[in-house]
């Protein structure tokens, strides 16, 4: 099945150049190109797209566009592909709803790689950036307990699929559960970690179980 995504960025050469490196491989199709959060806004109401990949720095602001996007329920997953580290621009990228924060360093072929997982709502962020990411989450919260230790065998079993990358049709078939009861737990899952969404829970569970591993 070919994927479908839209791209906003204002940098014309760049764009034409990720435009012809995604549909490489025939499979993806970008449905719709744009340079402003506007752009990104109507065209992923017109095209309904899997993925819309945004840049944060384009005029009206990748994360406004995210976000709009988000509560639209518009495109089926957002993901910001940028040069940016900042600590600021993550934090507000992933509460606005992304599904994967992507540096513009990366190869043709990784992208392509992350489009695929992210197109299935398996959440990534840059593993550089995952760290300090977790390191800034944990300084907003008041201290207590690991969080971690209060999940069922269920739950830490299903946080570490999600640690991998799963999705939760994965999840749900290598638990002989239903996909509805994956999703339940995951929202327990979320609520214990004092996590936004899947890619704060995976970088959580790398962290916490990365001696283990």
């Not at 489009?115 to 840059?126: C, F, P, Q, V």
């Not at 999840?171 to 339940?184: D, F, P, R, Y």
Request: charge should be negative.
């Amino acid at each position: 099945m070919t994927l479908r995504v839209i791209l906003a960025d204002d940098h014309p050469i760049f764009r034409d150049g990720l435009v012809a490196s995604i549909e490489e491989t025939g499979e993806f199709e970008v449905v719709g190109v744009g340079e402003t959060a506007e752009d990104a806004i109507r065209l992923a109401k017109e095209m309904q797209p899997d993925v819309a990949l945004l840049d944060l720095s384009m005029p009206g602001g990748g994360i406004q566009a995210a976000r709009a996007i988000r509560a639209a329920g518009t495109a089926a997953q957002v993901a910001m592909l940028t040069v940016s580290e900042d600590d600021s621009d993550v934090m507000a990228a992933l509460n606005a709803g992304v599904t994967g924060y992507v540096l513009k360093g990366v190869s043709a072929e990784e992208l392509r790689r992350v489009l695929k997982r992210i197109a299935k709502g398996e959440a990534h962020i840059t593993p550089s950036l995952a760290a300090q990411v977790l390191k800034l989450m944990q300084a907003a919260k008041v201290a207590e307990p690991n969080p971690i230790d209060t999940l069922s065998k269920r739950e830490e079993d299903i946080l570490r699929r999600v640690a991998k990358g799963m999705s939760n049709r994965e999840i749900a078939e290598g638990l002989s559960l239903q996909e509805k009861t994956v999703k339940h737990y995951m929202t327990e899952i979320l609520s214990k970690l004092h996590a936004r969404n899947r890619v704060e829970a995976a970088i959580i569970a790398h962290e916490a179980w990365r001696d283990q591993d």
